[in-house]
C-alpha cells in the first residue's frame, strides 16, 4: 500500500491510536503538513515516531484512515519593548485519524525538499492464540 508519510510523532500518541478510539493531532511541522496537502478523507497514512532524516525501510508504524482534515493559518502577535509588535503566520493541520493496524516501511519515495514524503508499507498481520 502506498501512502503519504506523517513522521516524529510521539509514542504516545501512536499507543493511544492503537487502543483504537479516534484521536485529533495537531501537526506543526512544515514536511508534515506538506504530507497532507493533497490527503483526502478516507485516505490511508502511515504514522511512525521516527524523524524523517531517519526514516528507512523496515521501520514500524501504524497505518491510520483520515476520519477529518484541516489545514490553516493562525495569526500569532508578540510585542517587542512595549512599543512595537509583530504579527506572524504559522500555518497548522488538525487531523482527525482512527487506526487500521501496524506496518512497516517497504521502500520510501521523496521528491524534493517541498514534496511530500510516500511511503509503501506492509501491514502486519496480528493472530491470537485461544
Known amino acids: ?6 513522521t516524529g510523532i510521539t ?4 499507543q493511544d491510536l492503537k487502543r483504537g478510539k479516534p484521536r485529533t493531532l495537531e501537526l506543526q511541522s512544515t514536511h508534515n503538513i506538506i504530507a497532507l496537502a493533497d490527503v483526502d478523507l478516507g485516505a490511508h497514512i502511515f504514522i511512525s515516531s521516527v524523524d524523517i ?4 525501510v523496515g521501520d514500524a508504524g501504524i497505518v491510520v484512515e483520515v476520519l ?6 493562525k495569526r500569532m502577535i508578540g510585542f517587542s519593548h512595549g512599543l512595537h509588535y509583530e504579527e506572524r503566520e504559522r500555518m497548522s493541520a488538525r487531523i482527525k485519524v482512527k487506526s ?3 506496518s512497516t516501511v517497504k521502500a520510501i519515495y521523496n521528491e524534493g525538499f517541498v514534496k511530500p514524503t510516500t ?3 506492509l501491514r502486519c498481520a496480528g493472530y491470537h492464540a485461544g
Do not use: H, Q
Not at 509514542?11 to 501512536?14: A, G, K, L, N, R
Open 53 to 56: 532524516e531517519d526514516l528507512s
Open 119 to 121: 511511503v509503501e508499507v
Open 1 to 6: 500500500m502506498l501512502c503519504a508519510a506523517l
Open 68 to 73: 477529518g482534515i484541516s489545514i490553516m493559518m
Open 100 to 102: 487500521c493496524g501496524a
Open 11 to 14: 509514542p504516545e500518541v501512536i
